[in-house]
């Protein structure tokens, strides 16, 4: 059965392909799969209807959630399964006459169909609930396409709107009946919790929520408006989904659950008085259409209001009686369907004021036409005739089998005026349709032979199950057979004498012809009543909610979304400082705090107490700054500052990494502000300044307040100390936080890779737009100067630079100082494992390094220093980090694992190697790739933005396209 | 556990005056406060972190934590690279308006008036009196 979803999973993937090689006979094709299924499942399903065991499959999925593709052929899902692939066959058979020569849509529409046709049968299969709610939301989510299928319109965007929400609705107040279910159960499994059902208030309002689910799928009052609307779906769709397949999943659930649910409190009368007021109510309003589609997709609102209250009444007849009907109804109303849509194509035309005198032209049509109306209308000797009287049947006996009393008396009742309407409406359908009228006939285009085979097979297949009650009523009975027997035993036949269902049905049939005959009184009156009546409308309810939420939604998003920057971050502080602040408050007590950590006061705490001093000074002078140089000096100083307290502190590596990091920033800060004005933009000193500082200064004083509760409420002993040994012993080194960045937090590191190479690409894709940034270093290598060019200085590429702005003393330390820093940085990230240092530093020292060649020459020095595009580096070093993990799975270890090998060495001895030096590796080269993405963006980027004269202000022509790539270098 | 007092002041004075920065409106301002939040907060993991000692080195005793050391370094690393963008940004926007500040954005100044009119979002689909079919706009 697996492999039944399976191949229309593959079938729905190739179906675009195939409709471009086969146009629209690729359904015929397509339609082989549902036509394979249903041959498939065909004598499994005669076995488990015959007192056979179920068919079970099971697939492993996710056990630990309880979620597993269970799938089972028992009695129901058999019968179901049958129906969805036999009609989902013959409805693309049909499709590949339906559609157009060439309709440039059907690649899409092929595809949603067939994958249709697999989650409808996944979802009659599914005996996890889980997996049932994925197929019922698949189903969903298709259909949307599907109705959507023509998105031009408006409307027909807010049909597949609607149909969307309601039925989304519905899934997610399933999804929470099954989550209590599940969690009342303890199992997953539908079967099992149907064959041992639990009860008491949570098992109710689960029951509730999944009637929910069930009743806006299938369109029941209030939910109903939706399936009208669907009918903007091309007629295969309404066909398959709209009236055999998608609706009936809900009155397949209550199927489903009957046997469990039916005496919970609630279900009978929800069901019923549900079931009946829908089908009244769609039976009223089909009798009012003029488009026979529109008539026919309230017909099967009415007719689905009939099936929920039959299947949801809980007796054994009445089971019996509601599978029947929904074999009966899949039949005949989607040859209503297909016919409707075969004299659409036809006569381009479905207003039945306009339809005239096709009985005749179409008498093939016509006679299945009229075998499919005779079942919907309930008359003999069709499937619909019998299915009907054994609902009547199952109704006449309601009251005692279900122990209702007088209000299965009243039900009844209503089945029979619900029924009246029916016979009315499939009159005035038949007549609209077919009968001849005083107006001038449409022009015809007749149809294929092709294009009508499946509305005369469909319609033929409803008479041959009329004769075959006999055949039929055991294998029916046999999922019934849970239910206690009831007064009578349920049965399909074409005559059982001269019963009360008989009788009843005379009156069906004698008073809907009368109201059929009486149709312009009751038209009238009709129109009267809706005019006189302001009934409450389910779709404006609908609508007006939808405007609501919208509505609301609005409001909030004014109210909370002033689009002030600093004015989301003061609420984020203010929130930051009262929410943990009121805690601090409370734990506060007796702050344990002292000047020095040490019991005297040693030099280390004068430095520390004056450095902090310095910081602070710092800082408080930065914010006073108007100056924008001042302002980053003084955060240089800030950070100096910072990187002495971490060496005070003992933490070598960060002050290392502090210090290269505080140079680096600054030379960035330098490169931007030099292109703007030195003063910082005028602000008026008003309220929000001081305001500002407030909001600054508790900010700080919170957090200070933090750091100290928080320390000193530490009782256990940091785990950091335990890592000394594993750091030793797995990681092979001997400096724990560089053992910890490339090893035991390896997984932070490598994220925090990835974040450096976003932020490095999205600083050259700010400078350089649409350009790619190699072009740069490209241009340099086209234009280096030839061996007689005679502006050699010391260094290569800084001849491209103005005279004015060379600096000879700079050019030589530059020279001088380059390799030795490139061979300290190598050397740093190598030792990193024993002494401070690492990927971080020695990345960031080269990146220094080049910082030097560029402001001693130039872009083109900096090109002919870093002859590589920084996006390669920086590619290759995320490349070699991922591998540095990789690699040890391909061995047999785990991810990330450190091999540590001690390797013999002529003359040096042993070499000690540590894997891990990979990963480190990969962090220098993104670092140095993001260095190098800094200088070329910021730094020449800038540069040529300036020599090529663009204005530091206002849109210049660079932002708006790019520059020729050949274009001689400036 | 104690707390040095010099460091808890070092934190209060530059998360502060950060914070202030970054309540500015221009990007550069914002980009220095940035940068001295994450120098306080940097600090701040050095305070949990326990009394200072000797360098988180195999071997050698009384060391300090080694895992915030870890977690700080990589901040300051991130906190260069978010900088160098926040810095491509503000070159960017100056580029085009001529200035570093940070606006208003429009699109909520929108939702506001929208708001204040009662009105409806644009994307909110009025129900008409049209009638859906399946054949679309040639019907």
Not at chain 1, 41 to 64: E, K, Y
Not at chain 1, 90 to 109: A, K, N, Q, S, T
Not at chain 1, 826 to 852: E, I, R, S
Not at chain 2, 108 to 128: C, G, K, N, Q, V
Request: glycine letters at 12%; one cysteine or more; charged letters at 15%.
């Amino acid at each position: 059965m697996i492999g039944l979803l399976a191949l229309h999973l593959i079938a729905a993937a190739g179906a675009p392909a195939l409709t471009r090689l086969l146009d629209r006979r690729a359904f015929v094709a397509l339609a082989l799969v549902p036509a394979a299924s249903f041959l498939w499942l065909l004598p499994r399903a005669l076995d488990v209807t015959d007192g056979g065991a179920p068919l079970v499959q099971r697939w492993s999925w996710i056990p630990s959630l309880g979620v597993d593709v269970d799938l089972v052929l028992d009695p129901l899902t058999a019968i179901m399964s049958l129906v969805v692939t036999g009609v989902g066959a013959l409805v693309l058979l049909y499709c590949g006459w339906y559609f157009r020569h060439g309709d440039p849509e059907i690649w899409r529409f092929s595809g949603v169909l067939t994958a249709f046709a697999g989650a409808m049968l996944g979802l009659v299969l599914s005996d996890n609930m889980y997996v049932l709610f994925v197929f019922w939301e698949l189903t969903t989510v298709l259909s949307y396409l599907l109705i959507g299928h023509n998105p031009e319109r408006r409307a027909n965007r807010r049909a597949a709107m609607n149909a969307l929400l309601v039925t989304t609705f519905g899934g997610l107040s399933m999804l929470v009946g099954l989550f209590v279910l599940h969690a009342q159960t303890g199992t997953a499994r539908l079967s099992e919790v149907v064959a041992d059902p639990p009860s008491g208030p949570a098992v109710t309002a689960a029951v509730a929520l999944l009637l929910v689910g069930a009743l806006s799928k299938s369109a029941l009052v209030p939910f109903h408006f939706w399936l009208p609307g669907a009918m903007a779906a091309p007629t295969p769709v309404s066909a398959y989904l709209h009236a055999a397949a998608m609706v009936k999943a809900g009155v397949f659930l209550v199927l489903l659950l009957a046997p469990a649910f039916a005496d919970t409190p609630g279900w009978r009368p929800a069901l019923l008085t549900l079931g009946i007021v829908t089908m009244i109510i769609g039976g009223l309003r089909a009798l009012r259409q003029h488009d026979i589609k529109l008539l026919l997709a309230y017909g099967t609102v009415s007719q689905l209001g009939f099936l929920v209250a039959v299947a949801g009444a809980g007796t054994r007849a009445a089971a019996f009686a509601g599978l029947s009907l929904v074999l009966g109804h899949a039949l005949f109303k989607s040859t209503l369907f297909l016919v409707v849509g075969v004299v659409d194509r036809s006569t381009g035309t479905r207003d039945l004021r306009e339809l005239t005198g096709l009985a005749r032209s179409l008498p093939v049509l016509f006679v299945a036409t009229v075998l499919a109306a005779a079942s919907m209308a309930g008359l003999p000797p069709l499937l619909g005739f019998t299915t009907k009287e054994a609902a009547l049947a199952a109704f006449v006996d309601l009251g005692d089998d279900a122990g209702i009393g007088g209000w299965g008396t009243l039900a009844l009742a209503g089945l029979v005026v619900g029924s009246v309407l029916t016979v009315a409406y499939t009159a005035r359908f038949v007549w609209g349709t077919f009968g001849t009228k005083q107006v001038a006939a449409p022009t015809l285009n007749p149809p294929g032979v092709m294009f009508q085979v499946s509305p005369v097979v469909l319609s033929v297949l409803g008479l041959a199950a009329g004769f075959a009650g006999g055949a039929l009523t055991p294998r029916i009975a046999s999922y019934g057979d849970v239910f206690a027997e009831g007064a009578h035993a349920p049965v399909l036949t074409l005559w059982h004498g001269f019963t009360p269902a008989l009788w009843l049905s005379v009156v069906v049939v004698v008073g809907g012809l009368a109201l059929w005959l009486l149709r312009r009184p009751v038209a009238r009156l009709q129109a009267t009543l809706v005019e006189r009546l302001h009934l409450p409308d389910a779709e404006r309810s609908y609508h007006a909610i939808v405007r609501g939420v919208d509505r609301a939604s609005i409001e909030v998003t004014g109210f909370t979304q002033r689009g002030s920057l600093p004015f989301y971050l003061g609420i984020v502080l203010v929130v930051l400082v009262v929410v943990p602040g009121t805690a601090a408050v409370r734990a506060w007590g007796a702050p344990d705090v002292s000047v020095g950590d040490g019991s005297t006061f040693g030099p280390d705490d004068a430095l520390r107490v004056a450095t902090v001093a310095l910081v602070c000074a710092a800082a408080l002078l930065t914010v006073r700054s108007r100056r924008r140089l001042r302002a980053v000096l003084l955060l240089g100083v800030t950070g100096y500052g910072t990187a002495l307290l971490f060496v005070l502190h003992g933490a070598p590596d960060l002050a290392l990494t502090q210090v290269l990091v505080e140079t680096f920033a600054l030379v960035t800060f330098v490169l931007v502000l030099r292109r703007f004005t030195p003063f910082f933009s005028d602000r008026p000193f008003t309220v929000t300044r001081r305001v500002r500082i407030a909001i600054g200064a508790t900010t700080g004083l919170a957090v200070g307040a933090y750091a100290v509760v928080a320390a000193n409420a530490r009782t256990a002993s940091p785990i950091g100390r335990a890592f000394e040994g594993p750091a030793y012993e797995f990681g092979g080194g001997e400096n724990i936080v560089n053992i910890t960045l490339v090893d035991i937090r390896v997984w932070d590191t490598f994220g925090e890779l990835a974040v450096l190479v976003v932020a490095a690409t999205g600083i050259a894709s700010l400078i350089f737009l649409i350009t790619d940034r190699a072009q740069s270093h490209r241009e340099t290598r086209r234009a280096r100067p030839g061996p007689g060019d005679e502006r050699q200085g010391w260094l290569p590429g800084s001849g491209s630079l103005e005279d004015v702005r060379r600096s000879v003393v700079f050019e030589v330390v530059a020279r001088a100082v380059f390799p030795v820093l490139m061979i300290f940085s190598v050397y740093l990230m190598f030792t990193g494992h024993y002494t401070p240092g690492g990927g971080f530093a020695g990345g960031l020292v080269a990146g220094l390094a080049l910082a030097v060649r560029y402001l001693a020459g130039g872009r083109r020095e900096l090109d002919a220093a870093a002859p590589v595009d920084a996006g390669v580096v920086l590619g290759s070093g995320l490349a070699v980090a991922a591998l540095s993990g990789i690699v040890p799975v391909l061995v047999g270890a785990n991810t990330f694992q450190s091999g540590v090998f001690d390797i013999p060495v002529p003359l040096l001895g042993d070499v000690h190697v540590v894997t891990s030096v990979a990963f480190d590796v990969g962090v220098y080269l993104v670092v140095v790739g993001l260095a190098l993405d800094v200088l070329r963006s910021l730094g020449g980027g800038i540069d040529r933005h300036g020599e090529e004269g663009h204005t530091d202000s206002g849109l210049s022509e660079e932002c708006t396209s790019a520059p020729s790539r050949g274009g001689a270098p400036a | 556990m104690t707390v040095d007092l010099a460091l808890v002041i070092a934190i209060v004075v530059l998360v502060g005056c950060g914070t202030t920065l970054m309540l500015e409106r221009s990007l550069s301002r914002i980009l220095v406060g940035f940068v001295m939040v994450g120098n306080g907060v940097n600090l701040l993991f050095l305070v949990a972190s326990g009394p200072s000692g000797a360098p988180p080195i195999v071997g050698r005793g009384g060391i300090t934590d080694p895992l915030p050391q870890a977690m700080a370094l990589t901040a300051i690393v991130i906190t260069l690279g978010v900088s160098a963008f926040g810095l491509a940004l503000a070159y960017r926007s100056w580029q085009l308006s001529g200035n570093d500040d940070v606006k208003d954005d429009v699109e909520d100044d929108l939702i506001r008036r929208r708001a204040e009119a009662d009105e409806t979002s644009s994307s909110f689909d009025e129900p008409e009196t049209d009638v859906p079919d399946e054949e679309g706009a040639d019907a």
